[in-house]
């Protein structure tokens, strides 16, 4: 049956949806649409939409991506159009494509994401204070952070060796943070905890908290990032 890929985008208020939540809402907004989705066979039938990833709730996301499986072929501009009229405020659908029906499922492609971080601060500071303490930070040989297991137990878990890249720059009064973190079913990096850390570290003013986006999703092929298309 034939696979359509889809890139959307998850802001505003959407950003508040959950990822089970997401899935109910893509289905409903397929229904309205009126493709005909494909579901399992079983006794409680599911619908045949897979996310790349989960996105932690209150994080947007700018290039999200999800496979949609239907019983039959559907223009892909047909797919656009009569979903991008259904989905609720918030989620965007940016580009559609046909996939082939053996193509990698979408969970198991993902191994690195890019974030962005913005904060208000409450004084002034230099780009070069900036770049010292990124510097720093990824100069730890260890970043430590508690999670809590399945069980609800606490857990030490260090982050440093999933923390790819991080930079930083200066807007005004905002303070931007940049990174490209190990994403995906194994050693998943959360950013709200790369943030924290960092501003646990830095000490920087920073007036509240950071509101975070995820920017991109990146498959390993031949050691080289490429995108989930």
Do not use: C
């Not at 990822?19 to 494909?38: Q, V, Y």
């Not at 656009?80 to 940016?94: A, C, F, H, I």
């Not at 580009?95 to 979408?106: C, D, K, S, T």
């Not at 409450?122 to 399945?150: H, M, P, T």
Request: aromatic share 8%; no cysteine.
């Amino acid at each position: 049956m034939p696979v359509y890929r889809m890139m959307y985008a998850k802001e505003g208020p959407a950003r508040y949806i959950s990822h089970l939540d997401l899935l109910r809402t893509f289905e409903r907004a397929a229904r309205r649409a009126g493709l005909p989705i494909a579901f399992t066979s079983g006794f409680n039938p599911h619908p045949k939409i897979a996310f790349a990833a989960p996105l932690a709730v209150g994080t947007a996301g700018e290039a999200e991506y999800a496979d949609l499986e239907l019983v039959r072929e559907v223009p892909v501009s047909s797919i656009q159009r009569d979903l991008s009229g259904t989905l609720p405020e918030g989620l965007r659908l940016v580009e559609v494509r046909r996939i082939g029906e053996r193509a990698p499922a979408l969970m198991s492609m993902v191994e690195r994401a890019t974030y962005r971080g913005e904060a208000r601060l409450n004084s002034a500071v230099s780009q070069g204070a900036l770049d010292r303490a990124i510097e720093a930070f990824l100069g730890r040989s260890e970043i430590l952070v508690q999670r809590k297991n399945k069980a609800g137990e606490n857990r030490v878990y260090d982050i440093r060796p999933g923390i790819f890249a991080m930079s930083g720059r200066l807007d005004n009064d905002i303070i931007i943070i940049e990174t490209e973190l190990k994403t995906g079913s194994r050693d998943n990096i959360r950013f709200e905890e790369v943030v924290e850390a960092f501003s646990t570290s830095s000490e920087l003013p920073i007036e509240g908290k950071y509101v975070l986006y995820r920017t991109s999703l990146f498959s390993a092929v031949d050691k080289d990032n490429k995108t989930l298309w």
